[in-house]
């Protein structure tokens, strides 16, 4: 359990074993649940287009205590593939991204970087961490560079 008391569900646990032992899925995009107890799956895909799975972190929202809707955080894991610049192949590497728009809500952008822990210690075998707060955090070539750490 996380400090903001949000649990890991075992859906989670088990799509992202599918994505990293059973190459299942490319990505797996999370979120706190309405009532901000459990971290929940919201889409495991299979969809390689790097562009549809920044489009569904960009286009995230949540809804404050109030009822408003606005842009909300979420957690992704993306198998990110690429090739190395040297000739020397192709790697893979899972990435663990933490989405948390400058322009979200500030009372869900608290409750996600408080349960952001408890999801990452559950789920082995995570090679980089991104933190991402605007859309270029989360453009192609950024991560790329991240990912690869400048050797694509």
Same mark, same amino acid.
Not at 22 to 29: A, L, R, S
Not at 107 to 131: F, H, W
């Given at each position: ?22 190459? =299942?899925?490319?990505? &797996?995009?999370?979120?706190?649940? %309405?009532? #901000? ?6 889409? !495991? /895909? ?23 809707v606005g842009k909300g955080p979420r957690y992704a894991v993306y198998d990110f ?11 893979? =590497?899972?990435?663990? &991204?933490?989405?948390?728009?400058? %322009?979200? #809500? ?6 996600? !970087? /408080? ?26 070539d950024t991560v790329l560079k991240t990912v690869s750490k400048g050797l694509a």
């Amino acid at each position: 359990m996380s400090q903001s008391g949000a649990s890991v569900s075992q859906e989670c646990i088990t799509a992202f074993n599918d994505l990293k032992i059973g190459k =299942k899925y490319k990505y &797996i995009v999370f979120k706190l649940s %309405d009532d #901000n107890r459990e971290i929940v799956v919201e889409e !495991a /895909s299979t969809d390689k287009d790097w562009e549809v799975f920044r489009e569904k972190l960009v286009s995230a929202t949540t809804k404050s205590k109030s009822g408003a809707v606005g842009k909300g955080p979420r957690y992704a894991v993306y198998d990110f593939e690429y090739s190395l610049a040297s000739g020397e192949g192709s790697r893979n =590497k899972i990435t663990f &991204i933490a989405w948390s728009p400058d %322009d979200a #809500n500030v009372m869900a952008k608290m409750v996600y !970087a /408080s349960s952001k822990e408890a999801l990452k210690r559950s789920l082995n075998g995570i090679a980089t961490e991104l933190q991402a707060n605007d859309q270029d955090d989360i453009e192609y070539d950024t991560v790329l560079k991240t990912v690869s750490k400048g050797l694509a």
